[in-house]
């Protein structure tokens, strides 16, 4: 498997690095601060291949912090709203798309 820095990097929109956290599992999103948050509006953006591979690269350096962190599409609203910019994202960030049984 190519580690995620080995990989080419192809930015076609706004980016976002996002990772889950080791503890809980939660997804989270690099920040600007280089920490990281469960809340998409705070993920650092980027728009180019290299910023994506700084921040990827800070985001891997963390591995005691997050797990399995990539470059993810968003979509950046006119009004500075972030949200995901394809199902998958949507998927990890609203929950499962159908009504799961419950636990006893």
Do not use: C
């Amino acid at each position: 498997m190519t580690s995620p820095l080995q990989q080419k990097i192809k930015i076609t929109g706004p980016s976002i690095i996002t990772a889950n956290r080791t503890w809980d599992g939660a997804v989270i999103y690099r920040t600007g601060a280089n920490s990281w948050s469960d809340e998409l509006r705070d993920a650092a953006i980027v728009r180019t291949a290299d910023e994506a591979r700084a921040l990827l690269t800070e985001a891997v350096a963390d591995d005691l912090g997050a797990i399995g962190p990539y470059i993810a599409p968003v979509e950046v609203a006119a009004d500075g709203a972030v949200k995901p910019g394809n199902m998958r994202e949507h998927i990890r960030l609203t929950g499962a798309t159908i009504a799961l049984p419950a636990q006893a």
